[in-house]
């Protein structure tokens, strides 16, 4: 109920957006292009965080309600849909559907990141490799929740370093990205823009909720997806930057913190959003 109350806030331009908030927008506002939109995983209707909940549930009856299936007449199908906990076989049937299906949005979500262990396979012979070896385009992408958040082994990191030493001649394309437009600019892109590429996301868990990781709705509705974002509050004191730090992902919150509380004018912040 908090929920759904939030984003009504959201949508009344009371209140900036929020990760999620943008991921339903995205959805949105390609199936109203009449573009297909599904995504599988172990917990996609939920999200793993609570913080999707793309389906609610009639606690009477049971019945299922998703909001994004119920935009228009006119709109592209919506799925979002639990699968069951086989890494491998769920991300092999994504990637199928994602090769025949080349003008919809293709998603499988990992419960924590480090599961796409499981599919490894899948990874090595078929995502990263299949346009060299067989001419076979996919713009499937793999979202990944990523961050050191104390929860620990299996359940920490995407192994965001496996995903690099595999990529060679631009076969695959890996993010890590720090604002709720990004998100939504990121995944629209991955269906308008004329090419396809396999798309890696190391998805925030702490950043779903951290109410500095919001995005006014004008940066949703215009502009696009950067893949470096510079130090904005640089204005008026280039002269006096004395060292530039170059990061990814949630630990530019902690140095912006840190450079706030400090007060280190000195220091540049840049964020390195494609990696």
Same mark, same amino acid.
């Given at each position: 109920?908090?929920?759904?109350?939030?984003?009504?806030?959201?949508?009344?331009g009371?209140?900036p957006?929020?990760?999620?908030m943008?991921?339903?927008?995205?959805?949105?506002s390609?199936?109203m292009?009449?573009?297909?939109i599904?995504?599988s995983?172990?917990?996609?209707?939920?999200?793993?965080?609570?913080?999707?909940?793309?389906?609610v549930?009639?606690?009477?009856?049971?019945q299922k309600?998703?909001s994004?299936?119920?935009?228009?007449?006119?709109?592209?199908?919506?799925?979002?849909?639990?699968?069951?906990l086989?890494?491998?076989?769920v991300?092999?049937?994504?990637?199928?559907?994602?090769?025949?299906?080349? +003008?919809?949005? %293709?998603?499988?979500?990992?419960?924590?990141?480090?599961?796409?262990?499981?599919?490894q /396979? !899948?990874? =090595?012979?078929?995502?990263?490799?299949?346009?060299?070896?067989?001419?076979?385009?996919?713009g499937?992408v793999?979202?990944?929740?990523h961050?050191?958040?104390?929860?620990?082994?299996?359940?920490?990191?995407?192994?965001?370093?496996?995903f690099?030493?595999?990529?060679?001649?631009?076969?695959l394309?890996v993010?890590?990205?720090t604002t709720?437009?990004?998100?939504?600019?990121?995944?629209?892109?991955?269906?308008?823009?004329?090419i396809?590429k396999?798309?890696?996301?190391?998805?925030?868990?702490?950043?779903?909720? +951290?109410?500095? %990781?919001?995005?006014?709705?004008?940066e949703?509705?215009?502009?696009g997806?950067k893949? /470096? !974002?510079? =130090?904005?509050?640089?204005?008026?004191?280039?002269?006096?930057?004395?060292?530039v730090?170059?990061?990814?992902?949630k630990?530019?919150y902690?140095?912006?913190?840190?450079?706030?509380?400090?007060k280190?004018?000195?220091v540049a912040?840049?964020r390195?959003?494609?990696?």
């Amino acid at each position: 109920e908090k929920l759904l109350k939030t984003r009504a806030s959201m949508a009344n331009g009371e209140a900036p957006l929020d990760w999620a908030m943008a991921e339903a927008l995205a959805f949105a506002s390609l199936s109203m292009d009449k573009v297909r939109i599904r995504m599988s995983g172990q917990d996609v209707e939920r999200g793993t965080f609570s913080h999707r909940h793309a389906a609610v549930h009639d606690i009477v009856t049971g019945q299922k309600y998703m909001s994004l299936q119920h935009l228009s007449d006119k709109q592209g199908p919506v799925d979002i849909d639990n699968s069951l906990l086989s890494e491998t076989g769920v991300l092999g049937f994504e990637y199928g559907y994602s090769l025949d299906t080349p +003008d919809g949005l %293709v998603i499988w979500e990992a419960q924590f990141g480090d599961f796409c262990n499981v599919a490894q /396979v !899948i990874i =090595d012979q078929f995502i990263v490799s299949a346009e060299d070896k067989w001419r076979r385009l996919s713009g499937l992408v793999l979202l990944l929740p990523h961050g050191m958040e104390g929860q620990g082994p299996e359940h920490s990191s995407a192994r965001m370093e496996r995903f690099l030493s595999l990529a060679a001649q631009d076969n695959l394309q890996v993010v890590n990205l720090t604002t709720p437009a990004q998100y939504f600019h990121c995944l629209r892109r991955q269906v308008m823009r004329k090419i396809r590429k396999p798309l890696i996301v190391m998805s925030p868990k702490s950043l779903l909720r +951290d109410p500095r %990781v919001v995005s006014p709705l004008s940066e949703l509705s215009s502009g696009g997806f950067k893949r /470096v !974002i510079p =130090d904005e509050p640089l204005n008026g004191r280039k002269k006096k930057v004395k060292r530039v730090l170059l990061c990814s992902g949630k630990i530019y919150y902690d140095l912006a913190k840190h450079r706030e509380e400090h007060k280190l004018s000195e220091v540049a912040i840049v964020r390195l959003e494609q990696i």
